[in-house]
């Protein structure tokens, strides 16, 4: 097995995965898949969550909060931790708390059980995503925007998966049917192992290595200005995609009067698009750079984010996949950048903007659960409409990395 090395050198940035390598990336998504697939159930089943509890949307908010905040918290220090001392398996211990977040949730009597099993499973979340991340990158080959896209397609689509099965499993058989949804981590427990392995058997191959060249390629000052434009590019993006996975099934209820499981499907088209989005994104990233794929994702896709809150239903359906698409490709390019920004602290950097987006996710949630409580739902997403505003802070980026 050949060993790609974490910063190559010009000529090796240039050469492919090996297809045992890049199969890494492949059961990375796939875990990726299953870990979002359970975390979605959370906001999934909100609305049946909301009726057995008598919830307001503040308390909504809160379930999202918890969820999101112990993520947030914890994947920054996990990858800044794990770049200077790996841990084989944190990857399927990381999936157990998922585990255990919802057997709980299955089957609490309490809102605060509700809390804490929304804790666990960001937890779970906490440990999967900077490790996973980093061990992508390794495996990559050099087409860092490809593999980023790879592994983050696979949660997309998790995401977008668990309102469908919500729908079509939980809303019928009650919330004990959320304990099924531990099939998925016992599976993810048993392909991250592998993934373990094979991670510990490339450490061992380049145990004899030089260490990678960790300089910076621009000024600390710049590197600094730039990692917060990204952070705030990444904030104005997920609290619009928040208004999105915690509220839109209650939009559509109360704008265009449909049911449960039809306000379910018109978020998996949501975040069906944003699957496709993150796909598209990181290989158009490796080929024109991921300032272009920032420009266009964010600033691109502001007229019709202000055309949604006064389209009809099937316009609202027909800009909703839009909108998923555009945004969604800035997310692999915001990552890349960033890393090359900062080589050699691959799982800080993974770490701090997919703990980011949780966080920023998990704030904007409650507060937007505070906004629909006295403004209304459709409110929420009048004043969401002008966040791609802050898509002109791109312009700060410098032009190029490494």
């Known amino acids: ?38 975390q979605s159930v959370l906001a999934a089943i909100y609305p049946i969550l909301k009726i057995n509890y008598e919830l307001s949307f503040a308390q909504i908010g809160l379930l999202t909060f918890a969820f999101q905040f112990t993520a947030s918290l914890l994947q920054p220090a996990i990858g800044a931790f794990t770049d200077k001392r790996p841990i084989g398996y944190a990857l399927p211990v990381g999936t157990g708390f998922t585990l255990l977040g919802l057997l709980l949730l299955s089957s609490a009597g309490y809102y605060v059980l509700l809390l804490l099993a929304a804790a666990l499973v960001g937890l779970g979340s906490a440990v999967f995503h ?25 949660g997309n689509i998790g995401t977008a998966s668990g309102p469908l099965l919500a729908a079509f499993i939980i809303v019928p058989n009650g919330q004990g049917s959320v304990a099924w949804f531990g099939l998925a981590a016992l599976t993810g427990m048993i392909i991250l192992s592998w993934v373990s392995r094979w991670y510990a058997a490339y450490r061992r191959a ?98 019709f984010t202000l055309m949604l809150p006064y389209a009809d239903l099937f316009w609202t359906a027909v ?25 050699g602290r691959v799982g800080l950097i993974a770490g701090v903007f997919f703990g980011f987006a949780f966080g920023m996710g998990g704030i904007s949630a409650a507060v937007l659960g505070q906004v629909a409580d006295a403004k209304g739902i459709v409110f929420v997403y009048q004043i969401c409409s002008f966040l791609p505003f802050l898509g002109l802070l791109t312009v700060l980026l410098p032009k190029n990395t490494r």
């Open 1 to 38: 097995m050949r060993v790609i090395p974490e910063n190559p050198g010009a000529g090796a940035i240039t050469q492919a995965a090996t297809p045992a390598a890049f199969s890494v990336v492949v059961a990375l998504s796939i875990c990726h898949f299953l870990n979002d697939t359970m």
């Open 130 to 154: 900077p490790e996973s991340s980093r061990i992508a990158r390794l495996a990559s080959g050099g087409r860092h925007g490809t593999a980023q896209s790879v592994f983050q397609v696979g």
């Open 206 to 303: 380049s145990a004899g290595r030089p260490a990678p060249d960790k300089s910076l390629v621009h000024s600390r000052r710049r590197v600094i200005a730039a990692l917060v434009v990204l952070a705030l590019l990444v904030f104005t993006k997920n609290i619009y995609v928040a208004s999105f996975t915690s509220f839109y099934t209650f939009y559509t209820i109360e704008r265009f009067g449909v049911g449960v499981q039809e306000a379910q499907l018109m978020l998996f088209v949501f975040l069906g698009a944003m699957a496709a989005g993150t796909l598209i994104g990181g290989p158009i990233g490796d080929r024109i750079g991921a300032k272009a794929v920032i420009w266009v994702s964010i600033l691109g896709v502001l007229p």
């Open 319 to 343: 800009l909703t996949v839009i909108i998923g698409i555009v945004l969604a490709s800035a997310f692999p390019a915001i990552v890349v950048f960033a890393q090359e920004l900062v080589p």
